[in-house]
């Protein structure tokens, strides 16, 4: 239910209602054995401006640490709207997090990326761990992170 919640925010917020086209996509997020605590994620998309368009999944509960999300953060004003409803627990080191949500068809090959943030508690913080440009090209092609995020892929 979260995830329909998360796809419909989004797709409302980026397309015209009644002209969305929809589609499930999987994203799944393999963390590096790094050796601490959990990871805090969130996914969220840029427009081909750059500029935040909304936030997709957060992985970590306590709004406290939401901080350490610094380019979330920073675009959303660590604003908890922006993830009310689609957030589940902190990601272990060396597991898989694994999100089906419907995203509009409009998302696709018009210059939207996907971002993960990541942060670990006494670790680096790490904005911008992944950026994937949303392409029904790059579907399914896995792509390391710069230091927690082993693979990142998406799947239509």
Known sequence: MKSIVA???L???LTLPGLAMARPVTLTTTLNNYGGDGAYLVLYVTDAQGAYAGSLWMAGGKSK???HLSDWYRATSG???QINGISGASVGAGRTLRITLD???ALFDAGYTVHVDAAVENMRDSPNEIAVPLTTKGAGTPVGGRR???SFTFEM
Request: aromatic share 16%; charged share 10%.
């Open 7 to 9: 796809a419909l925010a």
């Open 148 to 150: 927690y995020v082993a």
């Open 65 to 67: 640490y939401y901080q």
């Open 11 to 13: 797709t409302t917020a």
């Open 103 to 105: 995203l509009a068809d």
């Open 79 to 81: 604003d908890p709207a």
